[in-house]
DNA sequence: TTTATAAAGGACAAAAATATCTTTTATTAG
DNA sequence: CTAATAAAAGATATTTTTGTCCTTTATAAA
C-alpha cells in the first residue's frame, strides 16, 4: 500500500508535468505528458479527463491542441487533486476503517493518526501545483519512475 | 484512499481484539472476534491464518481452540502487523508511485513526504499490540464500525 | 470546405483486492 | 475410538482498480 491511489500518484505526476510546460500558452499533448511521466497513455487520458472536468486544468481539442494549465490555477494546492481523485479519506478517515472518526468514539489509534492526518493534510494544502515549476525545468526534480 | 488496505484495517483491529481478549490462556473464536470488530468472518479467518504463519498471533485447533496472542508477542510492534499485510510501502515508497525513492533522484515530494511517512513508521514501531488492553477492556476504544 | 489533429466519451478487458464456500486436518471431550 | 469442534487449506465468486480499444466531437490549418 502507498499513501495514494496509482491513479492519483498518476494525477499528481502529470499535473506537475504539464504545470511546467504550459508557459506562454503552450499545451501539451497527452503522449508526451504520459511519456514524461513513465505512464500508460490511454489510462493518464481518462485521468486528465477527469481532472480537467473538475477545473484542475484546462484542454483544447483539435491541431495544436492539448492540455495546459490556467496561470491562475498554478496556485491550487495540491489537495484539491487528491480530493478530485481519492476523495478526502486521507484527510478526515479512521486509520482503523471505523465508518466515522470521532473523538467521542475513538479508535486505539486516533490520537496518533489524527496528527499525522493533519499533517498530511496540511501539507497537501499548502505546497500548490505551480510550486515546482523552476526545479522540474532545471531537472532538480523527477516524474519518472 | 485510506491508509491502510481493508485487510490490514482488519488485520489490526482482530489483533487488538485477540490481545484485550486473551489473557490467561484463554482463546478467542473467529466468530467472535468477527463480531467483536465488525468484519466479514470468513475473510477475516483468510487474515488471521497469515497472522497466524507470520507468528503474530497463535491459534489451536479443534474444541475450546481459537486465536490468541503470547504474553511475549503483546509488546510487538504494530509496524510488525502492516509489514506484514500491507508491505513496506507506506514506510520506504516514493509518495509519487517513483520506482524507488531516492535523495538522489527525487520526486517533488520527496521532502516534505520523508518526514511524514518517517512519523507513520515511528508510531508504527512505537505503538504495541498490547498498549491498549486497559482501555479495550474499559471500552474507552472502539473497534467496531 | 476538407482534412488532419487531439481530446472526449463509452464500451470493454485484465488484474488486484475483497469476500464466500467447501473440504480437510488437528484436537479435545465423551 | 468416536463424535464434535474449530482452524487450515484450497477453490471460487464478486467488486474495485487499473488499463485498453474504438468511435465521436471539436478545432485548426490548408
Ligand atoms: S477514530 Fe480511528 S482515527 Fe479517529
Ligand atoms: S522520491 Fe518521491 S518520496 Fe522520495
Given at each position: 500500500m502507498a499513501i495514494f491511489s496509482k491513479t492519483c500518484e498518476y494525477a499528481i505526476r502529470a499535473v506537475f508535468y504539464i504545470a511546467h510546460t504550459s508557459n506562454k500558452g503552450h499545451k501539451t499533448g497527452i503522449k508526451d505528458i504520459a511519456a514524461g511521466i513513465d505512464s500508460p497513455e490511454l489510462y493518464l487520458a481518462k485521468i486528465l479527463q477527469n481532472l480537467s472536468k473538475q477545473g484542475i486544468i484546462s484542454s483544447s481539442k483539435g491541431p495544436n491542441g492539448g492540455f495546459y494549465i490556467q496561470e491562475s490555477s498554478l496556485?491550487?494546492?495540491?489537495s484539491d487533486i487528491v480530493e478530485a481523485v481519492d476523495g478526502n479519506g486521507l484527510f478526515y478517515g479512521c486509520a482503523l476503517g471505523l465508518s466515522q472518526c470521532s473523538?467521542?468514539?475513538?479508535?486505539?489509534?486516533h490520537h496518533q493518526f489524527k496528527s499525522i492526518r493533519d499533517q498530511i493534510h496540511q501539507v497537501l494544502r499548502q505546497?500548490?501545483?505551480?510550486?515546482f515549476n523552476e526545479e522540474l525545468i532545471n531537472g532538480l526534480f523527477s516524474l519518472k519512475k
Open positions: 496556485t491550487k494546492p495540491l473523538e467521542v468514539n475513538p479508535c486505539p489509534l505546497t500548490t501545483i505551480g510550486e
